[in-house]
């Protein structure tokens, strides 16, 4: 039997727990003031309480768009005022990771920061709650480990994410490895949510691996929503559009209320 | 959007098809007689129409057990004969294919012999359904290819099935590859299942993944269920007894209804 | 340290063994007579004495090049004859193994039917040598358990050969494992030789590829030249030509003399 | 045909570049003073220029060992000064950059750290060469993006090294990728190292994959020496005792010879 999933509060609220199936969305990047508030406006009405996008996006490849950087995070931080919305964006290494502690609600460390050890020791000491992706080239037995330099300095209000792994399949663009998210819950109590934007690159797909996280019995979903997504600035392909999104929230709500489970 | 699936009919029956989520259920290996008749009488009654099992099972190491072989098709066929089950078994190699398909409603290609092209000609030229799964070291393209080698003889009765692949993750027994299944859907009109148990190999996780195939909208599952599985000759940590299992068949009931999918 | 490579022996002649690389050379398939005798005397006067090349080529679009089939085993038993040469020429199931055990030296049995018990079987009964290339998902383990196939029947002139696993890597066609090599050579005394073709699929590597396998250690090599690549009628892109090769093989014999090693 | 290899020279002396094979040596951690020194005099005298050993090792696990820090960069920098000897040691992340960057000949940048964005911009920013390991789940591809972040900044001394990938075979530590490497070698004209020890994990296979190493045409080796294997404090299995060094330091000597190629 897994474990029960411990509750991650956040304003005394319980945002992640066991039998709660918790939904961030929002764009894969901040691209402007208008898009930001006008996502997060309809994001909100659909119900969503976590919103989230990247603003330090220092790709691959160092000559594609790297982010909005501070700015961002200004107006990611007027979603939050003007929606009621709780932020989650990106820290990438230890010369951002100040700014997003101080803006976010919930500090993201993503798949290729995930073995930087100072950069997760920092976490540890933060007051904010972290979310952790697993490396795509990390076994579960190292993101584990690794793990333990966030709790190790006593912050214990961690959510892991299972945003798929590097596999010779190439048709997607990760492979979203769930019998590893099996293994996560049956070795650990903190929430493991779903990214089914990354690990499959096509947002023809998107829909199928929600539904299925829910019924799988996932902690939620950090899936990308934009407005328009073949004008998107980073990762067009996988993006869901709002109409979309609105779509399959319902669809994953129907699924979760047959097994006892709150979408949200 | 994916494509209808297509409609795959044993003796005049819909078995297959669009919104229809067919499990088959059943051992991993056929043992003895009376474990045959049990489980047949207790998966029949639970609602079960397609049984499985292996009896020819030349296993990668020779030193183990290698299958009841054609005695195991008597008694496959009996349980048939009393329950009015359809059979599905698996031929490994030509040198076992003839009685495989005599004896069989469904012949099995497991993932070993997804690769053999005399093995899929001879399938694409018989009468019966084929279930020919995706080797664990095959991409997406190659298993598409692969199945031309059935189709091009005229047998269009095949059923695809995503069993997991091999990956460095070695904490289940392979990875359940949903990505792939996703590309699958997009390109194919073939039913696709889903193997929870050999992706997997820890019992723990088989309901979690078997309940994500009915959301995901799969064609169904190929399940091992075992009435005393401490006590299975083969695979025995992935196999669900039937208590386990008929929990799960009855939320996967439920989980498919609010998606207008008959599992059954 | 690894075990003392057991000798192979052909016609009573020392064809593998402790401190011998065997150079297995010729195009990847039968194309015509004339090619095949072109090549065959090209390379016997380099002084190359295993000659290789396919003639039953079932491969995974079944509407590519399938072969020169039993016309090129007539091609290839002429090369032996006029040339010297032993033939070295692949089965790929049981619909051809007696024709390609009639007419070769050495049975090739290819990657991918390493997992096929029943090809293996007939392998270990034959008086022929056989040479198993491991299957590109085969761990080591799985790969030494499967050539039990062939030992466990009284065969043991096997030669093993690693010839690429399939990894995230797509920059070159498979990855060459000198990894799973060295630890094949730590636990079986059987010769392994090294596929530098298949493994990198692009010719420029192939060189490189094939000196790293003389100074490994390695056993052997099963390489492609063809007299014209660009024209090959399959995997023209990795194949050699024959002054690249010769080429190659002055400078493999300049490396095995440094380390005590007879390469022809 | 692969590019002419770029020369690299510290303090006006060429370390690296076309027809030189560049050997570091060294234990994986530093563990004390008379460690350092007394290995360092051994293989100094057996010819060896660079040493290298790493002294901040946030490990995988946080509770295993963590290194020994500032004090022994101070060792490392007696060792460079007693025996004339170039340094080599890493930095892992910000926290430690600019320690390694004052003791170091060569900023070692390990495999961990690769999609550090933030790391490889500082590196790029220093004087100092930068050795860039290739992260064990980066494609070929990402990792010569990554590259750019440095050299966009001015920093062409830049040595790339090939340690293993991550892949379905556990039978040694990781998968040393010569086909990846032989793409690098066509794309790039940076030296590209090798480093057998981490890919293979088992000293039993190291001399082979160095002295296949030498044949490839790589320009040099990353490798482990400990005067005292068993007792390292990190990675004892995969290191080489001196006296086992000394012989294959021989034997690829012998191997370059024959190539043109000088090894030191």
């Excluded at 073949?230 to 399959?248: G, H, M, R």
């Amino acid at each position: 039997m897994s474990k029960i999933t411990k509750t991650i509060k956040i304003d005394d609220k319980d945002l992640f727990g066991e039998n709660i199936f918790r939904v961030m969305a929002g764009p894969c990047a901040v691209e402007s003031r208008d898009q930001i508030l006008y996502t997060a406006d309809k994001l909100s009405k659909l119900g969503i309480e976590i919103f989230r996008a990247g603003t330090f996006k220092p790709r691959v490849d160092p000559e594609t768009y790297q982010g909005a950087r501070e700015q961002g995070l200004i107006w990611l931080a007027e979603a939050r005022k003007d929606f009621g919305l709780k932020i989650i964006t990106e820290t990438t290494d230890l010369s951002n990771f100040d700014l997003v502690e101080e803006y976010s609600d919930i500090i993201q460390i993503g798949a290729k920061a995930m073995y930087n050890p100072a950069l997760l020791t920092k976490a540890g000491k933060s007051s904010k709650a972290v979310l952790l992706k697993r490396h795509f080239g990390a076994t579960v037995d190292e993101y584990l480990k690794m793990l333990k330099y966030i709790t190790k300095e006593g912050n214990n209000s961690v959510i892991l994410c299972e945003r798929g792994i590097r596999t010779f399949e190439t048709s997607s663009r990760f492979t979203l490895d769930l019998c590893g998210g099996a293994v996560i819950q049956e070795r650990t109590d903190f929430p493991l949510v779903i990214d089914p934007s990354h690990s499959m690159g096509h947002s023809y797909g998107v829909p199928k691996l929600s539904r299925a996280a829910v019924a799988f019995g996932a902690g939620g979903l950090l899936i990308e929503v934009h407005h328009d997504p073949k004008n998107a600035l980073c990762d067009s392909q996988q993006a869901l559009n709002i109409d979309e999104f609105a779509k399959l929230y319902k669809e994953m709500k129907a699924i979760g209320e047959t097994m006892g489970i709150t979408v949200k």
